[in-house]
């Protein structure tokens, strides 16, 4: 028994915010039925292609475990089916330039009149406002929810990062609001709207930084490297470069082995609570109760030197020793640890966060795993479906078409090609 096992789910979703989200679900269990164009598909499919012929990582890494059906959703047997899987689903999920779904005629009142039920949940790039008919891509979200202007150093550009805030952050919000509005229907028997704004998203990931843009009223950022250079503040969150988000001073420094090394380093955090432990740590046992060192205050505008001592001993140490000898002494430290670290770690592996899937096109490939882990709903990730893989599978055991409507339909040329099908 899976979490959200019964639960089906039309997948109308493409690229990465979207089927981040109901990838998610269907690790959860549910029946995810991804609908795609007739020979085209995901753009994603086609897209960084690695292996000649086959999916790309970028298609088979967001769409594990889900089926996939291709009808052509503008035709007239296309609307016929779809007006069918709208009754037989439980959630819509979608995240189509603003209005696409309204041009195929597929609207939340056309929606509604078929299946009251039906949850229908959306990603866009901004909320209801002047930008809410925008295309949005990861990184314009990053740029308009704050987060690029609140990324990279102080004294250069506005900064995108590595995450995908915008894209998969988005599509696990969205995940979350889907699964409390299938809880609420089951109270009052009605599916809603469930909307999650990249832009709103990525705000949300940037509280803080919000925080401290009404801090500033009180005065400098005290914990930011700027105050200690005494550079001044403008009117805005500045941008922070390494140093740490909370009261708790933290830097990024070097480690033995980084001038060949672009990862040879660590993050080093001086908790108030630990600082006598990092301080015996570094050789600097006379700090413990040095006026001018012993408090959080009196350390702020004095951190450069602070760190300077502490990168000199980080420097002899690997990052993997700077971590075994600091954990013991309760002092929060973190390798700076490369994807190809990433990929190979044993235990990554072994708590499934990292698995390795088989794929009839490609063979073997790395995928993330579920990053939630439930004690009682175990997640095996399967490789996702070839296009169409699953079109007579859904339209016969799911929808009920047999004979000669199955003739019919494929004969439209609305599903695509029968041959795609496994049966
Ligand atoms: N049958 C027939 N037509 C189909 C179809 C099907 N099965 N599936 C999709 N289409 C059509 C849509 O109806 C739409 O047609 P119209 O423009 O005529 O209405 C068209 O294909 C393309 O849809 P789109 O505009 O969403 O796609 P795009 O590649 O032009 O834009 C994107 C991509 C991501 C910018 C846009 O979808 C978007 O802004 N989405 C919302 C925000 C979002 O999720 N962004 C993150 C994406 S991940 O980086």
């Known amino acids: 028994m899976k979490a959200l096992e019964g639960q089906k789910i039309l997948d109308f979703t493409h690229v990465q915010s979207g089927p981040t989200c109901t990838q998610l679900l269907a690790w959860f269990g549910a029946d995810v039925i ?44 296309g609307r016929e089916i779809l007006t069918r899987l709208v009754e037989e689903c439980d959630v819509l999920v979608e995240n189509f330039a603003p209005g696409a779904l309204d041009r195929m005629g597929f609207g939340w009142d056309r929606i509604q009149e078929i299946n009251p039920r039906m949850i229908m949940a959306s990603v866009k790039g901004f909320g209801p406002g002047r930008y809410e008919d925008c295309k949005v891509y990861e990184n314009v979200a990053q740029c308009a929810g704050g987060s690029a202007s609140t990324t990279g150093f102080p004294d250069n550009v506005p900064m995108v990062t590595g995450a995908q805030i915008g894209d998969s952050g988005t599509g696990l919000l969205l995940a979350l609001g889907i ?49 200690a250079k005494g550079i001044p503040f403008g009117d805005a969150t500045p941008r922070a470069a390494n140093d740490s988000g909370g009261g708790q001073p933290g830097r990024i420094l070097k480690c033995k082995g980084w001038e060949s090394d672009p990862d040879a380093y660590t993050y080093f955090i001086t908790q108030a609570a630990v600082w006598k432990n990092v301080c015996d740590l570094i050789g600097k046992p006379e700090w413990k109760t ?18 300077d001592e502490i990168e000199k001993w980080t420097m002899t140490r690997t ?29 990554l592996r072994e708590s499934k966060t990292i698995v390795e899937v088989d794929h009839p096109e490609r063979g073997k490939y ?9 004690s009682d709903c175990y997640v095996e990730v399967t490789r996702s479906p070839l296009l ?24 439209s040329g609305a599903v695509g090609d029968r041959a795609a099908s496994t049966k």
């Open 290 to 307: 040095d006026p001018d060192y012993a408090t959080p205050s009196a350390r702020l505008p004095r951190l450069d030197e602070v760190f």
């Open 388 to 411: 169409g893989e699953h079109t007579e599978e859904i339209l016969s055991e799911l929808l009920g078409f047999g004979g000669q409507d199955l003739e019919r339909i494929f004969s």
């Open 319 to 347: 990052k993997f020793e700077v971590m075994d000898e600091c954990n013991p002494l309760d002092i929060p430290v973190g390798p700076i640890l490369s994807m190809k670290e990433i990929a190979e770690d044993r235990e």
């Open 179 to 227: 699964v409390a509005a299938l809880l609420q229907r089951e109270k009052t028997g009605r599916g809603q709207r469930v909307l999650a704004p990249m832009q709103d998203g990525v705000i949300n990931l940037c509280r803080v930084k919000l925080r401290d843009q009404q801090r500033l009223a009180a005065g400098p950022l005290e914990e930011y490297s700027q105050f």
């Open 34 to 77: 991804k609908v795609e164009r007739p020979g085209v598909g995901d753009a994603t499919r086609k897209q960084l292609v690695d292996v000649p012929g086959a999916d790309s990582l970028y298609f088979t890494m967001l769409n594990h475990n889900k089926r996939s059906i291709t009808i052509n959703t503008k035709s007239e047997t």
């Open 366 to 374: 790395l995928s993330v795993g579920c990053p939630v882990k439930l």
